[in-house]
């Protein structure tokens, strides 16, 4: 287990952002060539398209808490890759990854993570902002890393030319995930023409053009070249981009290699974490028990206050108010 010590490591070091949309086909060719010049950062599925093209990312990141998305990292082959995650990903997901584990604090609405991580003394990071993927929480990891430009490549958020997933990926996705299915929307893309998207693709456009606003001393590109694209991010093709910004060679392996080995937590043990889950758990134990009383006190009071009505008696005092007191005392329910 690490924790993460490279944010402001790599300031003004540009940044890739690989999704998994359908145009990352595009783009993926060059992105081989690019690992010396700039970051490289997948999250969940898009780790799935780039290892099938050999190109190996220089940090990935895992976000869902569900089953179904184990398959991004049982089938990728970037073994070294660093992997950032919070506690509300799915524990096996995580164990599944053969490369260090970068813990973020924080766990988006999962409070829980937040009481255990304050037993543990883990308080000494920024505030990093989930999102509502896992692509605005990479994007999220690229800013706190320093990374400038930040670049998209992959993020479609399109049903492009028919295709919800970058080719090599699409069909093994579909056999392991279970789709929601949601009501499809027509939209216009970043070229104006008509394409087929979701309300959740939308609102995730919609995060990472405020995200860019709030932080203009940042520049971002949308280099995707399809898609919905974000307001006020400049869509420029992914050539243009490298001649632009991608210019200066860096020695990334080796930074992110010095740095993996000054961010153990070295004064975690495992007795530590399990005593730390048994308090919790007992304490959700206790609650349900509690919470099965004032539900059995409450049912008594209602057919009091019917006996009461017949009779015009003033109805009895409430034991269930204290029973609510003694369940608030529970750090399970708070």
């Not at 952002?17 to 010396?36: F, R, T």
């Not at 999250?43 to 290892?51: I, T, V």
């Not at 509502?132 to 049903?159: E, H, M, R, W």
């Not at 693709?201 to 919609?206: G, K």
Request: glycine share 6%; charged share 25%; net charge negative.
């Amino acid at each position: 287990l690490f924790r993460s010590q490279y944010f402001k490591k790599f300031k003004d070091v540009p940044a890739i952002i690989c999704a998994a949309g359908p145009s990352l086909d595009k783009n993926i060719d060059q992105l081989q060539s690019l690992q010396n010049t700039a970051l490289l950062l997948s999250g969940g599925s898009s780790l799935l398209s780039l290892n099938d093209k050999g190109v190996e990312p220089h940090f990935t990141s895992v976000l869902d808490p569900t089953e179904d998305l184990e398959i991004h990292l049982e089938n990728h082959c970037s073994y070294e890759t660093p992997l950032f995650y919070r506690n509300r990903a799915f524990f096996q997901t995580v164990l599944s990854h053969h490369g260090p584990r970068l813990h973020i604090k924080g766990s988006g609405r999962y409070f829980v993570s937040d009481w255990f991580e304050e037993q543990f003394g883990i308080k000494d990071q920024e505030k990093l902002l989930e999102g509502i993927s896992v692509t605005t929480f990479t994007l999220s990891i690229a800013k706190a890393l320093g990374c400038n430009p930040i670049i998209f490549v992959g993020l479609d958020l399109a049903y492009t030319e028919n295709h919800d997933y970058a080719s090599g990926i699409e069909n093994k996705l579909r056999e392991k995930v279970s789709h929601i299915h949601e009501e499809l929307i027509g939209y216009p893309d970043i070229n104006g023409n008509r394409t087929i998207t979701n309300a959740d693709w939308i609102a995730e456009s919609t995060w990472i053009s405020q995200f860019a606003r709030a932080h203009p001393q940042t520049k971002f590109i949308n280099a995707t070249g399809g898609g919905i694209g974000f307001d006020g991010v400049p869509n420029i093709p992914f050539v243009e981009v490298i001649d632009q910004y991608l210019g200066r060679q860096y020695d990334l392996k080796s930074r992110i290699h010095i740095e993996k080995h000054q961010s153990s937590l070295k004064y975690l043990s495992t007795i530590s974490v399990r005593n730390k889950i048994k308090s919790m758990k007992d304490s959700l134990e206790n609650s349900l028990h509690l919470c099965e009383r004032m539900l059995s006190e409450i049912q008594e009071k209602v057919q009091e206050i019917y006996s009461s009505l017949d009779k015009n008696e003033e109805p009895q005092s409430n034991p269930t108010i204290e029973l609510l007191e003694e369940l608030k005392s529970e750090i399970s329910f708070q």
